[in-house]
Nanobody
């Protein structure tokens, strides 16, 4: 069983910073890409950032220059460093990972349960 667990959400003032963490645990042979998505009330879940196993990154335009997505392969953990936060960044942030539990199994998509980020004064 594979599990993704997010942490680090909370309330922050506009202009502040937060660092989210997502740790993958369970039966894991290999992890390919990992990423972050978010969903604000009344909207669809949207892509925020992703990082491949080789370290290539991709960001949605609205967070470029403000967010980074470092990854620690030894810990099966991906982070989302969020700087210069804006009220419109308020959402539940979900971690996503393409994970292969066994060497003979295909990669499958796994999701965490989400962590709330609220940007407000």
């Amino acid at each position: 069983q594979v599990r993704l667990a997010e942490s680090g959400g909370g309330l922050v003032q506009p202009g502040g910073s937060l660092r989210l963490s997502c740790a993958a645990s369970g039966i894991i042979n290999s992890i390919s890409a990992m990423g972050w998505y978010r969903q604000a009330p009344g909207t669809q879940r949207e892509f925020v950032a992703a990082i491949t196993g080789g370290g290539s990154t991709n960001y949605t335009d609205s967070v470029k220059g403000r967010f980074t997505i470092p990854r620690d392969n030894a810990k099966n953990t991906v982070y989302l460093q969020m700087n210069s936060l804006k009220p419109e960044d308020t959402a539940v942030y979900y971690c996503n990972g393409a994970i292969r539990p066994f060497y003979y199994s295909p990669y499958a998509n796994y999701w965490g349960l989400g962590t709330q980020v609220t940007v407000s004064s």
